[in-house]
């Protein structure tokens, strides 16, 4: 007769530290994310609504100037609040649930995201987007803690660092593509480089996670007037624990912006964007919410 399988260490951990903790806002953040696919399929349908009538009103022949390009770069700078919870394990030993705002005092910062598209034909994109993040903080500890195997003691000066680098590589279909605006769907791999650091007393420790996480959205985009646009994309993906307890990730990324187009080439984008990422690697966890304004621009050719 076979016995029943022991739970995993980590597994057991999520259950009752982190996961405890997130079921207190799982019912807010699951309203928030309604509200931002709620958002992002309000510009969806306005620009379905609104791309049949700029059609018949004003001819399919062309698109406005703004969509008339092959290629456009552009670099948004992004200030988002951060919420980061980190655990690193290590040789079998459970990590504590660091909270890098609260334990370590890490502030708002602003980033620079660059992105480009390819676009070879009226209903096709090629998408790239890199985004370094990076944080850091220094305290003294008010608590014992266990990062990466290493145990740091209450009352010592610590410091802290976590670096994250996100990759989007994607593509693009705009199965309703007018005059004054389209109505698309998105196929993406977000590659994810995470590494957070912990130092005391002339040592660091180091716990770091690769991986590249599939994702699917949809995106549309409205024009009010020639030069003035709205767009919205929401992508995700989560891969649940009943796959593999070992394994499990979730990843969520809403953007919302305005681009006011000087002609042709050049173009003025302000927008929101909101990042919820959470994984369970092994004995390492995380989850990494960034959230807030951003500013930037594009060129086109």
Not at 135 to 141: E, M, N, P, Q
Not at 175 to 189: A, D, K, P, Q, T
């Amino acid at each position: 007769m076979s016995r029943p399988r022991p739970a995993h260490p980590a597994r057991t951990f999520l259950s009752h530290q982190i996961f405890k903790d997130l079921e207190l806002g799982a019912v807010c953040d699951t309203s928030k994310m309604r509200i931002r696919l709620s958002l992002c399929t309000s510009v969806v349908l306005v620009a379905g609504f609104l791309v049949p009538r700029a059609e018949a009103q004003f001819g399919a022949a062309r698109v406005v100037p703004a969509e008339d390009y092959h290629v456009e770069l552009g670099a948004v700078f992004w200030t988002p609040s951060p919420e980061v919870l980190v655990s690193v394990g290590s040789l079998g030993v459970i990590g504590s649930e660091i909270d890098f705002v609260n334990d370590f005092g890490i502030e708002k910062k602003t980033f620079t995201e660059f992105r480009a598209t390819l676009k070879p034909g009226r209903k096709h994109k090629i998408r790239f987007q890199y985004v370094p993040i990076s944080y850091d903080g220094a305290t003294i500890l008010q608590r014992d803690i266990v990062f990466a195997g290493r145990v740091f003691s209450l009352n010592i000066p610590a410091s802290a660092a976590l670096d994250w680098k996100l990759w989007r590589f994607g593509y693009e279909w705009d199965f309703i593509s007018r005059e004054r605006g389209y109505v698309g769907l998105i196929g993406e791999v977000k590659y994810n480089d995470v590494k957070a650091e912990i130092g005391a007393l002339g040592t660091v420790s180091i716990g770091e996670q690769r991986a590249p996480i599939p994702a699917l959205g949809i995106t549309g985009r409205g024009y009010i007037g020639r030069f003035v646009s709205i767009t919205g994309e929401f992508t995700g993906f989560k891969l649940p624990e009943s796959f593999n307890q070992e394994f499990v990730v979730e990843f969520w990324d809403f953007d919302l912006y305005g681009t006011v187009n000087i002609g042709r080439h050049v173009g003025v984008q302000g927008g929101y964007r909101s990042i919820d990422a959470s994984y369970l690697v092994d004995q390492d966890i995380g989850q990494l919410n960034l959230k807030g304004l951003y500013l930037g621009g594009v060129v086109r050719f």
